[in-house]
């Protein structure tokens, strides 16, 4: 055992166990996130400036299985990858699009930010529009916000009755299980900051007036439901991490962190779907000679 | 106007005169291709190493304008601003998109590649497919193809009767006026390839396996009807370039000056639209003092 260790580069050490199966919150089981410290970093490069090169890095790798993905579905592969965040006010879902999915070609990303729903989408059942949002064969579809917002701000505001949303994670279990049938592979992150730091962050936004924008004073009312957004979290991590879709849980302290740590969960998945271009159903030397013979 | 020329810092040419004004095609006359020529570089950098650099230096620019014009949004503003992108076969629409639009934050961006209309578009005017992508305030819309294929393909193809074509010019005009009364700003590039230029491409495509996706065989008939294409694109870009949503003929057989060209532009528009971040509808020093006083 020691030799085979020893064989190993050193520094490579996150290639060695998946990032997957350092953050795949247990299906199962129940999750106390007072037991995870926001401002760790598993799994991660040893600091920050490490971490910003090789966010960098994988970027250039990510858009070529993006690509691979793409070309795929031209021939007819169903595959696509939806990536689910979830988090607290200020705990970054916007700051990782930019810079996470800003890694990949926008063509091939279909984002979906999910706010209060409209008066059309109450008409209809919680999983209307997120369906009408999935991504297609080859995309890549990124979810702000998603269907667990009706497990979550719904359960802390009890917008609808208890047993309704008690029905909902089975639900959503359901629905994440017909998804990965159909060849969609599931990445859902929950990032995870600490109450100081939404502090932290929600002050910066107050002290900078070009940040004011993206404060909103209700901010505050819902800060105050801390504990209660936190334990329904809990619940819905718990009852709706399977084995098909697990959620993984991201320390967002640190943005750096945090982008590196949802890339490189990105580049596991994509790797393991292996995406190939596909093989020309023409005759690519025939059209050569055609072309060559025009002028 | 020697002094005032000897005030301005040499190597500045290009902030002298706005590249909108050296590309922009002329309103109300005829327009022949056949005297631009395609690997022309009009007010760019002198060589292909500081046009890449040039275009990532202008990138960080252009995503703080965009962050600008979407909090402007989130207070009623209603302006944003529309990229449309057409050209022959390889002409590279979808670099564009890849390497332009990946400078943008990928959540502020409605993307859209028109294909060959659907059953269902068939059923609607050649307009309805086009308002449905239309970007909502604070975005940046992109058209991959856009409602000129129904003067292009339409017209070389006979996909409609003479006079029917011949009416869309008018509409074109009109709807694209109603879009920038709307507070839509229309950015329509015409990426002008030379024939020798499309053939080394597409011989590119077939000689590596990995490109083979994108090459279709059909490519070859639509290049036989070059020139009727040329004419069609003559005919749209005289009768289309309006003072309101003028076209742009974008030099385009070098990658590097393409992908600058359309940068600057963007970053012409949006610097003229001046947006701003919104003030606080709330008073910001009461919140800050609330949130000081929690834990």
């Known amino acids: 055992?020691?030799?085979?260790?020893?064989?190993?580069?050193?520094?490579?050490?996150?290639?060695?166990?998946?990032?997957?199966?350092?953050?795949?919150?247990?299906?199962?089981?129940p999750?106390?996130?007072?037991?995870?410290?926001?401002?760790?970093?598993?799994?991660g490069p040893a600091d920050k400036s490490a971490g910003l090169k090789d966010t960098a890095r994988m970027g250039e790798h990510l858009a070529d299985?993006?690509?691979?993905l793409w070309a795929a579905s031209t021939a007819g592969d169903g595959r696509r990858l939806l990536l689910v965040l979830q988090g607290m006010d200020t705990s970054g879902k916007g700051g990782t699009v930019k810079h996470v999915i800003g890694l990949f070609n926008p063509s091939g990303c279909r984002i979906s930010a999910f706010k209060a729903p409209t008066p059309e989408e109450r008409k209809h059942d919680f999983l209307w529009r997120i369906r009408r949002a999935l991504p297609h064969p080859g995309e890549i579809g990124i979810f702000d916000r998603s269907h667990y917002e009706d497990v979550l701000i719904a359960r802390v505001r009890e917008l609808a009755p208890h047993r309704e949303i008690n029905d909902r994670y089975t639900q959503i279990n359901r629905?994440?299980?017909?998804?990965?049938?159909?060849?969609?592979?599931?990445?859902?992150?929950?990032?995870?900051?600490?109450?100081d730091q939404q502090k932290r962050r929600l002050l910066e936004r107050l002290d900078n007036p070009?940040?004011?924008?993206?404060?909103?004073?209700?901010?505050?009312?819902?800060?105050?439901?801390w504990p209660t957004y936190q334990e329904a979290y809990e619940i819905a991590l718990a009852?709706?991490?399977?084995?098909?879709?697990?959620?993984?849980?991201?320390?967002?302290?640190?943005?750096?962190?945090?982008?590196?740590?949802?890339?490189?969960?990105?580049?596991?998945?994509?790797?393991?779907?292996?995406?190939?271009?596909?093989?020309?159903?023409?005759?690519?030397?025939?059209?050569?000679?055609?072309?060559?013979?025009?002028?």
Chains 1, 2 share one sequence.
């Open 1 to 29: 055992m020691a030799e085979k260790g020893a064989k190993r580069k050193s520094g490579k050490k996150s290639e060695a166990v998946p990032l997957a199966d350092l953050l795949r919150i247990p299906a199962g089981r």
């Open 31 to 43: 999750v106390d996130l007072s037991s995870y410290d926001a401002a760790a970093t598993p799994g």
């Open 65 to 68: 299985l993006q690509e691979r």
């Open 175 to 195: 629905f994440e299980k017909s998804l990965t049938d159909d060849g969609v592979t599931v990445v859902k992150c929950f990032l995870h900051i600490s109450y």
């Open 210 to 225: 070009d940040k004011h924008w993206k404060f909103n004073p209700g901010d505050i009312a819902e800060r105050a439901l």
């Open 239 to 295: 009852r709706c991490s399977t084995p098909e879709a697990p959620w993984y849980l991201i320390p967002a302290d640190r943005k750096w962190y945090r982008n590196w740590a949802i890339s490189r969960l990105l580049l596991e998945h994509l790797t393991a779907l292996d995406p190939r271009y596909p093989k020309a159903d023409f005759d690519a030397e025939a059209c050569r000679e055609q072309l060559l013979g025009s002028d």
